[in-house]
């Protein structure tokens, strides 16, 4: 997918009017941001449009989570939130079966003539 249909979609997801461009450069850093550390994640490699829904997502827990950057809980008045250390935790099963698969295709066979 491209930059242009992230940046969409996290906006329809996020209900923003497609129209207004005032959250666009925020949106576009924490879209950025994501795919850095997926690609971290992923020891190198670039993410494949597969994995674009991962991006959504863990985009979405961040710009929710904008102004409490570093907190771990938070209650007010009964209601208590919770944040989790790493945003991709949910994600890692996905992650690490896409990194098996690329592990088995780079293994090959030695032959002595």
Do not use: C
């Not at 969409?8 to 450069?25: A, I, Q, W």
């Not at 961040?62 to 989790?84: A, I, K, M, P, T």
Request: aromatic letters at 8%.
């Amino acid at each position: 997918m491209t930059d242009i249909v992230l940046l969409s979609d996290l906006k329809e997801m996020l209900g923003l009017p497609e129209e207004d461009n005032t959250p666009d450069r925020k949106l576009t850093l924490i879209l950025d941001g994501t795919k850095k550390r997926l690609k971290f994640l992923l020891g190198g490699l670039d993410p494949p449009d597969e994995m674009d829904y991962i991006v959504l997502d863990v985009s979405i827990i961040r710009y929710n989570r904008l102004g409490s950057e570093g907190l771990s809980s938070h209650s007010v008045e009964g209601e208590s939130l919770s944040w989790s250390n790493n945003d991709f935790s949910g994600y890692m099963d996905d992650i690490n079966t896409y990194l098996a698969t690329q592990e088995k295709g780079k293994k090959g066979k030695l032959r002595f003539l």
